[in-house]
């Protein structure tokens, strides 16, 4: 069982080209897309997809089409305040790829809102026992920046393990507050990794030995585990006993959207399942490079995956011992 949290959903609308956008001019569409979206929602689809059980918490009213669309794919949803109207965040996707994203606002939350949430959150959370809350999406206008590390440290007191995926000023947030609210899993982009440390975004990309030295001093202060999406060049996951590369299978791109998301959700459904580190980050690129390969925000089922061609290899950023003999992140 996976819960999510997506506390500012969206409706994904996806206008596919049929050449390439420019700037001012007048385009026809080849097709459009509507997809229920936000990050926890994509992960609760493909646990769906995968066969494993998911509750989706989210700001909507319950009797909300996005309710019932989530219903017919299979996700249980827990509908939280406020029930202004959904977002539409937009997304255009060129015939090699490319793939150019607009995102909204969404409604806005009061305090009353915010609290009636986390208590959905933490109910849904006591109830279903999951072995990973995940708490993703940037948060709606009115939510303060800390509100993922106020509900983070409030699920780990509840002996809850959580898994963040978020962005600008809640990442930053969430990082300066450490501690019990220090999720056990993030899982940065290499623009939020470098957000976070400090570091070059398109280094990061060129080279994961750097992204996963970058990774490693978030490790055991701000996070458990850091799962970093390289985009092409894969991913790195660094944890308490090593660092990983993973490069993608080739893949032909249709939508960069919820690639990372899928990524995310693979590395959890392989750690539900007791697989090995590598083995974990081998499926999160597998997840990931699936979801790039199809339309809009479509999330991948299993058929989609070819995990068997995802490269794997041990990076010993880590073989440097302090002198005490263990690396300097475990102390
Ligand atoms: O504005 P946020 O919350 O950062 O991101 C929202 C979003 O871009 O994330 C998903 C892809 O990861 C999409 O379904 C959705 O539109």
Redesign the pocket.
Known sequence: MILTV?P?P?I?RTVVLPGTLTRGAVHRADSVLF?P???G??ISRACVAAGVPTVAVLPVAAGDAFVAELAQLGVEVRPAPPTGPMRI?L?ITEPDGTTT?I?TA?ASVGRSDLAHLAEIVLDAAASVRPRWVVL???LPPGAPADWYAQIGAALRSDGHRFAI???EEPLTALLAAGGPAAPDLIKPNAEELASATGGDPVLFEADPEAAATAAARLVGTSAGIVLATLGAAGAVLVDGEGAWHATPPPTTVVST?????ASLCGYLLADIRGASAPERLATAVAYGAAAAGLPG?TPPTPTDLRTAEVRVRQLDILSSPTPEGTPSWQN
């Open positions: 997506t500012n969206s994904d997809q979206g936000g990050k929602v994509n965040n997304t994203k995102n969404g993703a999406g940037s995926d978020t962005s959207v919820g690639a990372g998301d925000t």
